[in-house]
């Protein structure tokens, strides 16, 4: 829809295409979720979900051109809005907005000449991101056992609360290097520790849906239990020390339509 205006050439620019593009569908499914249901009016007809090059989203036509400058997303998607559960609606946007982001970055490939090992490059960049599904549904970050039982003397567990906290508030901290001449605590505190970094890297942000990353707020809804950087949905450690029940926007407005 705008390749005239934006043409990446190499895969670094493709891959910083589809990031930027992921993380505008990405605002739509979650953060900016009532905006984006509302754009999509049964009503009206056929609608597209977008994600474009500068990080925001847009729901709009598909394009006249046939055929068009490029691929485009799932048509009539306002359509089934009305007939599912909002959560089954949202997950299948976005499941067709995966696809549709990797058919427009090797779309780019291909256009421009892209050799094997580029395109393996592309995909092996693109494979390291979680896909929209995994960050709208968090299948990405399903609890284990150890989770179920806090360690609040770990500083790398993965709730990263302090017991005078809240609960569902975190500042979390980076991973501290292991001394190698410490052969003890290396082998008692290694692999607890490798674990917990495990743990963290599979938490996705459910606004942006980057990965776990040391010295960042972080705070979890008690609604959907999804964890967002504080400063994704504007909350700040200060405030977060006066919410007894933090709701996400999403589940925010859900509550609100009901």
């Known amino acids: 829809m705008d390749a ?17 593009r992921r993380a505008g569908i990405i605002k739509a499914l979650t953060s900016d979720v009532e905006k984006f249901y509302q754009d999509c009016d049964p009503e009206k007809e056929n609608l597209c979900l977008y994600g474009l090059p500068n990080e925001t989203w847009e729901v709009n036509l598909p394009a006249e051109e046939v055929p068009p400058e490029l691929p485009e997303p799932a048509l009539g998607i306002n359509f089934a809005r009305d007939g599912m559960d909002e959560k089954d609606w949202l997950a299948l946007v976005a499941v067709h907005s995966d696809a549709w982001l990797l058919s427009v970055a090797f779309y780019f490939g291909a256009r421009f000449g892209f050799s094997k090992e580029d395109r393996k490059r592309l995909f092996m960049m693109i494979n390291g991101l979680s896909t ?18 806090p360690k ?13 906290t809240h609960p569902r508030v975190a500042k979390t901290t980076p991973p501290q290097p292991k001394e190698e001449s410490d052969e003890g605590e290396e082998n008692n505190g290694g692999e607890e520790g490798e674990e917990n970094e495990e743990e963290h ?9 980057d990965n776990y990353a040391g010295d960042e707020f972080w705070i ?26 933090y709701k996400c926007p999403g589940c925010s407005n859900k509550r609100a339509r009901a």
Do not use: M
Not at 132 to 149: L, R, S, W
Not at 153 to 163: E, L, V
Not at 221 to 236: N, P, S, Y
């Open 4 to 20: 005239a205006a934006y043409n990446p050439r190499t895969p670094e620019e493709v891959f910083k295409d589809f990031r930027a």
């Open 132 to 149: 929209i599904y995994e960050v709208v549904t968090g299948v990405a970050k399903k609890p284990t056992t150890k989770e179920k039982t």
């Open 152 to 164: 609040s003397n770990n500083k790398n567990n993965k709730s990263g609360a302090k017991p005078d």
């Open 201 to 209: 890297e599979n938490t996705l942000c459910g606004a942006c849906g």
């Open 220 to 245: 979890c809804c008690d609604a959907c239990e999804k964890w967002f950087h504080g400063k994704c949905v504007k909350i700040t450690p200060a405030r977060a020390e006066h919410i007894k029940q």
